[in-house]
């Protein structure tokens, strides 16, 4: 049975953590916020359960707690930075923040980020644009579990893009969606309850259609969003690639088959081209292309268009991007977090190893 | 069967029509190439195929001959182009030229257009970044086709993204897709077989699955990339909202269900909130990020290692997005583009009725 625990308490929890690891008190604090924000939003496998698989990075010495985050190259609309091997969950909003300032300055910002680590839920950075009146766009790429159509290796990660769009009444629209048909953590919660996936999420070694929840750690692959060939996977696996040309090839990071894994026991990829883990943000201001009110009013217009659409069931009506997470975040603030067992225990193991209260 | 014309054939005929209904030489010139540009890539249904309808648009009052198409809100970075009513396939390559040349100066260049019309295929436009050493970015919306996950109404166009990535020895990467599972094409080649579609691809009025390919006809409605809940068609839902967002919304232009049809014979939507069809274009410039021979090494090893990949049949190796087009254009600027009766009649009476030469 899952417990309950209050925002107040994992967030002190897992800042203590980060300052235990030797991150600076405010790197601390940025880490906490990106990872709660996955709990709150309901996004379980980003959050305080990946805390102790951060911890392993860095005992691995593949995380670098003290990073000297830098901007390595510049135009007035764009930046290459390196994360110094830090935490992405740090990386990253300092990279939003540089599109975000240039965004100010000359209309939109967009910046590659190469030399990082797993950057936690991607609509967290997106969202950081939404305060200025900005488009935000936030995408990553990720260790191989994919295969691309027509192949039996994993050449791609889970690749997610997220787009926050600010919007007037109504609250923001925020996709943040993998470019896979069903993210890993789908995938967890049906191996939890044994039982089968649907068609099109992953394939076996061999490249056949398979609905074991288990398949990857037999050497199947996740598929590209679309699934299979009729289905247009095609399409998942051109969207995972530009993701990973973005942020990986384009920043100087590694790409393809030699991202590095998140999980510290996977020895890191032969001949890497690049360093760490790459991702890429944009932020446009909206007022660089009409006065931002117009735009609210318009979008709140186009958000009621289609909560309106006529449901195929009465009782389901089209939902907005952004919406189940900002029902999670309401609920999740005032009754509490639920953690499983395993992540509770997880949890308790870093409060030990670390001297920090639980 | 198909009867096979020369690009220079087809290309003298598509400018001397487009001369006729008022064009200049040079926008005759720059729509024709465009129109084009879908023939020679094997896009059939986006080409000359499509010239008659162009025409019963300007017949109808729907499309202006001599647009003054103008930028009518700029920053350093990004502007909005307002297209006076023209042909898309000339209002695109202008707000694409304005992308690039704004990357020029600041590294980036962002363009929404509003009033504007059906403006070919995507990558056409991406790829104009191309000699640039520029990634090139091109979406459009487009008169609502789609139902989005749960809605039985038809709120979305296929809404396409289109995105050209230079490369070195390799032939670029050129991504150019429907943000639904199939393009309406697809479905079009089956209606003529009297085949069934596969699953995904469309469904009734009432929202129920369908593998009829004349379902659209009978109000039925295409399905987003991802097909069903289950194979996460809200991915291809939130997909296609965006690009209708940064397209229609941003600019100006209408959105959502209020896009102007194609066909000139329908009704235009009641109460349009923008003005005509919006797009979307993108340019950044490789070097704003890092040297360009360095990247464009890295774009051949990605290339390399996604063709060596194992395939899973040994005569399907992967395929990079662009090389099917390529092959088409090598083709057919050889051979010729073929033609099937129904558009060689289609042009034919385009002839009669301007006394062009056939």
């Not at 305080?48 to 990075?57: P, W």
């Not at 670098?64 to 930075?81: C, D, G, Q, R």
């Not at 944009?282 to 009110?293: H, L, Q, S, T, V």
Request: hydrophobic share 40%; glycine share 10%.
């Amino acid at each position: 049975m899952d417990q309950l625990f209050s925002y107040k308490q994992l967030s002190a929890f897992a800042k203590n953590i980060f300052l235990k690891i030797g991150c600076s008190a405010n790197d601390a604090a940025i880490a906490t916020e990106t990872l709660l924000s996955a709990d709150l939003r309901g996004v379980d496998s980003h959050g305080v359960a990946r805390l102790s698989g951060y911890v392993r990075l860095w005992e691995a010495q593949r995380v670098n707690a003290k990073p000297s985050i830098k901007i390595i190259h510049e135009t007035p609309s764009t930046a290459v930075v390196d994360g110094d091997a830090g935490l992405g969950l740090v990386v990253a909003p300092f990279a939003m923040q540089v599109a975000i300032d240039k965004a100010k300055n000359v209309g939109s910002g967009w910046v590659s980020v190469q030399n990082s680590n797993h950057y936690g839920i991607a609509g967290h950075h997106a969202m950081m644009a939404l305060t200025h009146d900005m488009i935000g766009i936030s995408m990553t790429n990720a260790s191989a579990l994919v295969a691309p159509t027509f192949s039996r290796d994993k050449m791609l990660g889970t690749n997610p893009i997220a787009v926050a769009i600010p919007a007037g009444k109504e609250a923001a629209f925020v996709a943040d969606f993998a470019t896979t048909t069903a993210a890993n953590g789908k995938l967890e919660i049906l191996q939890r309850k044994n039982k089968p996936v649907p068609a099109g999420w992953v394939q076996t070694k061999d490249g056949e259609e398979s609905l074991n929840a288990h398949e990857l750690k037999e050497g199947g692959a996740l598929l590209p969003l679309g699934g299979n060939r009729e289905g247009s996977s095609h399409k998942g696996y051109m969207l995972g690639s530009i993701v990973d040309i973005f942020s990986g090839v384009l920043s100087g990071a590694n790409y393809g088959p030699w991202v590095p894994p998140f999980p510290a026991y996977i020895p890191m990829p032969a001949n890497m081209p690049g360093k760490g883990i790459g991702h890429f943000f944009g932020a446009m201001r909206i007022d660089a292309f009409r006065p931002a009110e117009d735009f609210k009013k318009e979008m709140d217009q186009w958000i009621q268009a289609f909560k309106n659409a006529t449901p195929i069931n009465e009782k389901e009506r089209v939902i907005i991007p952004g919406e189940p997470e900002i029902a999670f975040e309401k609920e999740r603030r005032g009754n509490g977090i639920p953690l499983g067992t395993a992540v509770i225990e997880s949890l308790q193991e870093l409060g030990l190893k670390f001297k920090v209260e639980w």
